[in-house]
């Protein structure tokens, strides 16, 4: 009698333990982070540490690659049924992904289930997964954009050293007192080039009141007069400054001459004031608003990384709840604490408008409400117009024929976008 008590009790001893172990055991996930920079890794291993310490049922498997190297892994990992279940991925993509090969999950009833709200994110940011009606990817971190001036330059030159110009042709002048010629004619320190800054033609086609695409009918606009006049004003520093200008955009980029002081005024995204500081503790510098011409606007945009659930995940469920972690406004912004990278949530920015001591960040920040939607396929629009850039500042083409040729290129790329696959 004891020994079949005694087995029975051994059976629901095991019985129990195994019951208790499925209970409590944690759905694990794997999350591939992508940037460019093993600090960023570092940084957001402490963010998925948090998640795994503030839960028992989800653990977060967390990968980290360089963004480029990572693309071609993640299409054949999601087409070979073997993706990772939450993907950080340059949110400029999203939408030509999503229209040329579907790879990702749309996340509108994950989003509806916690409480996620287009209005709780910057528009810009949130613009850039929406595709055909749904969301595919959630907003994680961007940038802004703004003007720079060394204010030692600015002294020298006879200008208000805290005051950054508030018109173009502000901009025009003070950059003819700053720049400084050598004996044999070639620039040493250049005021201001319109070409030479990551704004690029896009960022001068918003600045005079253009725009790049119609969301609503996923059209291209290039060819507009806004954007004629656009160009002619990039084209009128080479008129200006000759082949001087020319020469001188070659050799150093164009952060290396701000941060070596040969450069009076940069337009640069608020990515770059940790690297400023690497490359020159010393240098003295102001930000401001990029001034715009009286029909125009701020040309600012943004620049960030996105969250998205591959439709072949394993555990689709735990995805969208670390997602909805991603989402908390406080974890965006102790990510901003950590990396200095900004957040997109809005609740997320106002606190750190509150807090933040740096005016130059807080001047930039406050751009983020109104700042464009990087177009679908944006890596070709901005390589193409990277292009078009050296064709019109080099005199190659007239603006007139690069903005067709332009418009026709990104049109028949584009053409998937018309037709929904759903």
Known sequence: MFKRTGLALLVL?????????????KTEIDYWFSENNQYYWDMMKVIVDDFNASQ???????????????????????????????????????????????????????????????EHFIPNEWQEGSVWGKQWSLPWRTSSRGMYWNIDLFATAGLNPNQGPTTLEEVDQWARKITRYTPQGTIEILGFA??????????????????????????????RPEHLEAMNYVKSYVDTYGQAI????????????????????????????????DMNPNINYGVGVLPYPPNGANGNWGGGFSHVIPNTAKNKDAAARFLAYLAK?????????????????????????????????????????????????????????????TELITGAKPPEQILAEQQKAIEILAEPLKQPRL
């Open 329 to 389: 406004p406080e974890v965006q912004l102790k990510y901003y604490e950590l990396s200095g990278l900004l957040p997109t949530h809005f609740d997320a920015v106002r606190q750190l408008m509150r807090v933040t001591t740096d005016e130059r960040v807080r001047l930039m920040i406050q751009g983020l409400p109104t700042a464009n939607a990087r177009t679908p396929y944006w890596l070709t629009v901005h390589n193409n117009l990277n292009k078009a850039n």
């Open 13 to 25: 001893s095991i019985i129990w333990t195994l019951s208790a172990s499925a209970a409590f055991a």
């Open 246 to 277: 020319l020469d001188y955009r070659t050799g150093h980029s164009y952060n290396e001459r701000f941060a070596n002081e040969q450069l009076g005024m940069l337009i640069q995204s608020t990515t770059y004031v940790s690297t400023l500081h």
């Open 56 to 118: 028992d049922e989800v653990h977060v498997n967390f990968y980290s690659f360089i963004w480029r190297d990572m693309q071609n892994k993640l299409l054949t990992a999601i087409a070979g049924g073997a993706a990772p279940d939450v993907v950080a991925i340059d949110g400029c993509i999203v939408a030509e992904w999503v229209a040329g090969l579907n790879p990702f999950e749309p996340l509108d009833p994950y989003l509806a289930r916690y409480g996620i709200q287009k």
């Open 194 to 223: 319109p070409f030479f800054n990551n704004f690029n033609l896009q960022g001068w086609f918003w600045t005079f009141g253009g725009g790049l695409y119609d969301w609503q009918r996923n059209v291209y606009t290039l060819e």
